[in-house]
């Protein structure tokens, strides 16, 4: 599987497994370490009404942009 779909899955299922096992409803270190994970594509988020989807699909164009470049990289050498 290339990097570009591989590594934005992975921060999905961690991301959904911070948020839901370890963060129950906003409540928790959950939260507090999917912000982590998601910088800095959180800081670009201003919306507050429903900040924790606009993260994820930061961070999940973030982790696509990552992937991209390492697979570009892999296939140059």
């Known amino acids: 599987m290339k ?3 591989a590594i934005p899955i992975a921060y999905f ?3 959904l497994a911070l948020l839901l ?14 912000y982590c994970v998601s910088l800095p594509a ?3 988020v201003q919306e507050r009404e429903v900040v924790v989807i606009w993260v994820l699909v930061a961070g999940i164009l973030q982790w696509g942009v990552v ?3 390492i ?3 892999v296939r140059k050498r």
Request: glycine share 20%.
């Open 21 to 34: 096992v370890f963060g129950g409803a906003g409540h928790g270190w959950g939260i507090e370490a999917f």
């Open 13 to 15: 299922i961690l991301s």
């Open 67 to 69: 992937g991209c470049v």
């Open 71 to 73: 697979d570009r990289f």
């Open 3 to 5: 990097f570009r779909f």
């Open 42 to 44: 959180a800081l670009l």
